[in-house]
């Protein structure tokens, strides 16, 4: 989702086969994490912790925890599926309907065009609303480095391990489909390794939707279309004007 790509989100679904130790830790930390993200959003409570987007026909879990229709199904297909925020066995709960209706009169306000809309209007006006998605772009750049002059000292740019698991030696495209068929439901906060071996990568900066910074910004070939020495805002416009070409 476009308009959830600078979002934090919190645990995932899962199984319960990793492990009970997890359950309390999860219960306590998704406690202060829901605290501090209404706290500093008050929109927070309509996220969904899955998709990070307004609610898709709201379902309440048994342990309490809301997520999306289509969410929550993801959720349950593994033999044990627990509860990505609290880690507690997960079964098919209830319709939301207390937060259906608040989200139908709840206004908010686009942070791209400043158009006033009801959040259950956010999910398809983010999608099609050229100044967010601008405004998205420039939070991912906020948070990278400026180029080093000296870029022949760089990581390798070649193969990358796997940011979730052990694996190591992916190719770009091989890590983005490495990723997507076995982490698409991981919302872990990762440092990307394509971007760490770049130049102007930030090696310390934890992306909060790997999965979507993933489909933004890695769907091309770096070693096709960047030329190393430009700066990042260069090297873009090459990349989009290049790839559009090829296309």
């Given at each position: 989702p476009l308009w959830a790509a600078v979002l934090a989100p919190g645990l995932l679904c899962g199984s319960a086969l990793a492990g009970g130790r997890w359950k309390m830790a999860g219960v306590e930390s998704s406690s202060r994490y829901a605290e501090a993200?209404?706290?500093?959003?008050?929109l927070s409570r309509f996220t969904c912790p899955v998709c990070l987007e307004v609610?898709?026909?709201?379902?309440r879990a048994p342990c309490g925890?809301?997520?999306?229709?289509?969410?929550?199904?993801?959720?349950?297909?593994?033999?044990?599926?627990?509860?990505?925020?609290?880690?507690?066995?997960?079964s098919p709960g209830s319709r939301a309907l207390d937060l259906e209706k608040q989200i139908e009169m709840t206004e908010t306000t686009c942070d791209g065009c400043n158009k006033k809309m009801y959040l259950s209007k956010m999910r398809s006006h983010a999608a099609a609303c050229s100044k967010y998605q601008n405004y998205i772009m420039e939070g991912v750049k906020a948070v990278t480095k400026e180029p080093p002059r000296n870029t022949r000292n760089v990581p390798n740019r070649f193969t990358f391990p796997c940011p979730y698991c052990s694996e190591k030696n992916f190719d770009q495209e091989g890590l983005v489909e490495h990723c997507k068929k076995y982490h698409s439901m991981?919302?872990?906060?990762?440092?990307c390794?394509?971007?760490a071996s770049m130049p102007w990568g930030d090696p310390n900066y934890r992306s909060a939707n790997f999965m979507e910074?993933?489909?933004?910004?890695?769907?091309?070939?770096y070693d096709t279309f960047v030329d190393y020495d430009a700066d990042e805002d260069d090297m873009m416009a090459q990349v989009l004007l290049r790839s559009l070409r090829d296309q």
């Amino acid at each position: 989702p476009l308009w959830a790509a600078v979002l934090a989100p919190g645990l995932l679904c899962g199984s319960a086969l990793a492990g009970g130790r997890w359950k309390m830790a999860g219960v306590e930390s998704s406690s202060r994490y829901a605290e501090a993200s209404a706290l500093q959003d008050p929109l927070s409570r309509f996220t969904c912790p899955v998709c990070l987007e307004v609610f898709e026909s709201p379902v309440r879990a048994p342990c309490g925890h809301v997520f999306c229709t289509p969410c929550l199904q993801e959720c349950l297909k593994p033999i044990e599926p627990v509860c990505g925020v609290c880690r507690s066995t997960l079964s098919p709960g209830s319709r939301a309907l207390d937060l259906e209706k608040q989200i139908e009169m709840t206004e908010t306000t686009c942070d791209g065009c400043n158009k006033k809309m009801y959040l259950s209007k956010m999910r398809s006006h983010a999608a099609a609303c050229s100044k967010y998605q601008n405004y998205i772009m420039e939070g991912v750049k906020a948070v990278t480095k400026e180029p080093p002059r000296n870029t022949r000292n760089v990581p390798n740019r070649f193969t990358f391990p796997c940011p979730y698991c052990s694996e190591k030696n992916f190719d770009q495209e091989g890590l983005v489909e490495h990723c997507k068929k076995y982490h698409s439901m991981d919302a872990k906060q990762v440092v990307c390794p394509i971007c760490a071996s770049m130049p102007w990568g930030d090696p310390n900066y934890r992306s909060a939707n790997f999965m979507e910074h993933l489909q933004r910004r890695h769907q091309f070939s770096y070693d096709t279309f960047v030329d190393y020495d430009a700066d990042e805002d260069d090297m873009m416009a090459q990349v989009l004007l290049r790839s559009l070409r090829d296309q």
